[in-house]
């Protein structure tokens, strides 16, 4: 199914996700994802039976946390705005929409996964940070439409029996687990264009270093996605793992086409005491995708 958000930087189309996914392994049973976003990964994956998503954005986590606890209270509110109508010069449905999203934008007090939801939908580029209010504004109309009730449908049937947290990341790469994939698609290295404050929680340098030690600690098979830097920080905190490019084409804040990447990070082997010899990093190019569901 598709993402129920419009995410700046997510892995929604068909020809990013199938790509990501061919390189995934074929003998996982649970998936974890530490970055989780809008989701583009996870709900274009059959459904694993143990699945773990998380992000630091408590307002998004609410999203993904109602529709598992109190989807029907959530679709319900949803279903109590209408979706947007194009008719043939009628100002009347923008209108309509603009009105309730300036009622909603910065009320604390309105229902929390609805109002980043609705606003999700149709702000400007599905950037919603309210610490920065002159950049919250309605311009998408068409993005509240008859086909996202459909979704939220679906999407409660892929977080019926999901873990949902909020918070740091560390804790999903370094818990044990059996045959587990973790796909994390962590903040840009450089800044787009007009991307500062793309995220509520940007990463800086430090950040990308400690990201990249607690990947080599942990003992699960690893995807990232990455855009490939100039500078080669990518390159340079991943030296020795696998690292796939693709061009890929992201209109992000007026930025086009680009080379993405996947870093792999398979633990390495275990020394046989015996025999005193070194291990070496195992390929995790895997021998058939995991199809998208």
Known sequence: MQSIFRYPGGKTRKRVREWVLKHSPPDSKEYREPFVGGGGIFFGISPFENRWINDKDEHLISVYQALKDKPDDLIAKCQSVAPYKKRSGD????????????????????????????????????????????????????????????????????????????????????????????????????????????????????DHARFAEAVRRSNHKIAISYEDDQKGVVRSLYRGFDILETEILARIAGDGAGIGTIVHHCPLAPVQPPRRRQAQQRSCMPTKPIRAG
Request: charge should be negative; include cysteine; aromatic fraction near 18%.
């Open 91 to 206: 100002e009347q449905e923008y209108d309509r929409l603009e009105k309730e999203f300036n009622r909603i934008a910065f009320d604390d007090n309105e229902d929390k996964a609805f109002r980043f939801l609705f606003l999700n939908r149709t702000v400007w580029g599905g950037r919603v940070n309210y610490q920065y209010k002159s950049r919250v504004y309605f311009s998408n109309p068409k993005g509240w439409t008859d086909d996202i009730i459909d979704r939220l449908h679906q999407a409660k049937k892929y977080l019926k029996n999901a873990k949902i947290t909020c918070g740091d990341y560390e804790q999903l790469l370094s818990e044990p687990g059996d045959s587990v994939w973790i796909y994390c698609d962590p903040p840009y290295v450089k800044p787009f264009k007009g991307t500062s404050s793309l995220y509520r929680h940007d990463f800086n340098d430090e």
